[in-house]
């Protein structure tokens, strides 16, 4: 067994202070060339990011809808204190949380043996298995998720079997719309992506640990709890908190297969752009979830080193 | 002997887990070849009906159409402003690059429904119309992650004494972007755009709040859910568009791998 080779440093991460100063420095046509290439894209993203959310950040502060955005109004905190007082909002945002935390925690327990046996197990075709798995990925998400619908539907295929077989007589109203249909669907959307990261991480792991752990007497069992797991940690944690961070703003897959009953916290934010128009309580929902989910990200990268899980 | 029980057992749930996941997609395709119109057991009889129907019904058609326009036009917004930022972020050194760096990933980890009323209050506030463009623009900006990612990291596998190269040589420094780095990139570049492309393509959580009279496909999509009787049409075309994609996606890949 060979251990695998360090990659290679990325040359420009890594570059020493003067070669920096002389690049940056240049000629007029490199410099011209940055403001070419410079320009686009900061036009870009402060009109199209910087400035949306912005805008939204004003809005939070409008007492109502009256007037376009550059009237002037009085600001005021009417938004957020009608949040804040509340119960329901940070009920279904505390919820929110939670239900992300179980698909986030259900997709990795459920990947980690996938990527486990790919690395370890799969011999030859691992690539192969790879891609075996990560091709239902790649097809229309809408319409993953409709055929969840069709298996877990009232007139669907798994009452109708269960029908067909005799065991019931009446469908099970209970498959669908309800939160448990929109874990249960999420967790299936989500377990090849899951398995990615978690792979990166079983990879890197220097073979002769394994040696070194089996040559000191340690059971299979021990060297998985005391040697695998512990080295896979990153890619554990990673994977968490790929699923985790889309799953707290989802709001597509509970207007599916949720129902009212099923509705997240993305749900009343797009309820109240949509049929309720109140655009002012709903820019201050959104900033709540924007703050709470780049906590939990500033989170996220101080736990992980991600540069050198995805190298 | 434990080993290979182990490595059974593994196995066994891989193939178990990649039934779970496919089982569902051939459902699709099993109902999209059945004469019943309700998405229900037995199935009765096999039909290429709803593939036929699919070619008179103009507004599932329509709405494919605008999908494909705006997936075209924001993945190549997206591969451009992409390879720009990664020559940025890798050959250059300025104030505020891991700024605008930072930006440019941002769209990550915003969740698309705070994206997705940002935007709709900037178009509403501007009194700019909600379009197939306005939808393409929201597209390009979740897919730039995406390209700047695959670009940069192919990008910053060259060393940069190639471009030192050939500036000694005499060629000025856009002379040696065009002949030099982009040639190098491109395999890169077609990976990001057609990776853009499926990312948009896909796309109805940022569509749903954007897209105007228009609809895209996955937005049509939903507006029929309700509709039993339209569905098998909607799920052929589905059909369709899941083969489009996984050709695109092999595609992608395959530019990818040439890297070595």
Same mark, same amino acid.
């Given at each position: 067994m060979t251990a695998p080779t360090p990659s290679p440093a990325l040359p420009f991460f890594s570059r020493k202070k003067g070669e920096g100063d002389r690049r940056s420095g240049g000629g007029w046509d490199r410099r011209a060339t940055f403001w070419l290439i410079y320009l686009p894209p900061l036009f870009w993203l402060i009109v199209f990011l910087v400035l949306p959310v912005l805008f939204m950040a004003l809005f939070?502060? @409008?007492?109502?809808? @009256? =007037?376009?955005?550059?009237q002037s109004w009085t600001p005021t905190f009417d938004q957020y204190i009608n949040v804040a007082s509340t119960g329901s909002y940070w009920r279904l945002l505390g919820i929110s949380a939670l239900t992300a935390f179980a698909i986030g925690l259900s997709a990795v327990v459920f990947a980690y043996p996938l990527a486990y046996f790919l690395v370890f197990?799969? =011999?030859? @075709?691992t690539a192969f298995y790879l891609v075996l798995l990560l091709i239902p990925f790649w097809t229309s998400y809408l319409l993953r998720i409709m055929a969840w619908k069709i298996l877990l539907g009232t007139e669907g295929v798994i009452n109708s079997f269960l029908i067909y077989v005799g065991l019931?007589?009446?469908?099970?109203?209970?498959?669908?719309?309800n939160r448990t249909a929109v874990i249960l669907t999420l967790i299936y959307v989500w377990i090849p992506f899951a398995a990615l990261p978690i792979f990166a991480a079983l990879q890197r792991i220097d073979p002769a640990l394994f040696e070194a752990a089996a040559d000191l007497g340690a059971r299979p069992f021990h060297q998985f709890v005391r040697v695998t797991l512990p080295m896979s940690a990153p890619g554990v944690l990673a994977a968490f908190f790929m699923v985790f961070i889309p799953t707290v703003g989802e709001y597509v897959t509970p207007l599916l297969v949720g129902g009212s009953r099923g509705f997240l916290y993305g749900n009343i934010i797009q309820d109240f752009f949509?049929?309720?128009?109140n655009w002012p309580l709903g820019s201050a929902l959104s900033m709540i979830m924007l703050a709470a989910t780049l906590i939990l990200v500033l989170l996220a990268a101080r736990l992980i080193n991600w540069r050198q899980l995805f190298e | 002997m434990n080993q290979r029980r182990g490595s059974v057992m593994l196995g066994t749930y891989y193939f178990g887990l990649i039934l779970l996941l496919y089982l569902p997609i051939a459902l699709l395709f099993l109902f999209s070849v059945n004469?019943?119109?309700?998405?229900?057991?037995?199935?009765r009889q096999l039909t290429l009906n709803w593939y036929q129907q699919l070619f008179d019904a103009d507004a599932v058609l329509r709405s494919a159409r605008n999908s494909l326009v705006v997936a075209l036009g924001s993945s190549l917004a997206a591969t451009v402003l992409g390879t720009m930022v990664s020559i940025l972020m890798l050959r250059y050194k300025f104030r505020g690059q891991s700024v605008l760096v930072g930006l440019a990933v941002l769209p990550l980890i915003v969740p698309y429904v705070v994206l997705g009323v940002a935007l709709l209050i900037l178009f509403s506030a501007l009194q700019i119309d909600r379009s197939l463009w306005t939808v393409g623009i929201a597209h390009t900006v979740v897919a730039l992650p995406y390209t700047l990612l695959i670009i940069a990291s192919r990008l910053a596998g060259f060393d940069a004494s190639i471009e030192e190269a050939a500036m000694d040589l005499g060629a000025d420094y856009p002379t040696t972007l065009r002949r030099v780095v982009l040639p190098l990139i491109f395999p890169a570049m077609v990976s990001a755009w057609l990776t853009a492309f499926t990312v948009s393509f896909d796309e109805f959580a940022l569509a749903l709040f954007l897209s105007g009279t228009q609809p895209t496909f996955p937005v049509y999509l939903f507006s029929q859910l309700r509709f039993a009787n339209r569905l098998p049409i909607m799920i052929a075309l589905a059909v369709l568009l899941m083969i489009g994609t996984l050709i695109v996606v092999f595609i992608a890949e395959r530019f990818r791998r040439r890297e070595a």
């Open positions: 939070s502060f @409008r007492p109502d809808m @009256r =007037g376009n955005l550059f197990h799969a =011999g030859t @075709r019931i007589q009446d469908p099970l109203p209970a498959l669908l719309y949509t049929k309720a128009a | 004469s019943s119109a309700s998405l229900s057991f037995p199935i």
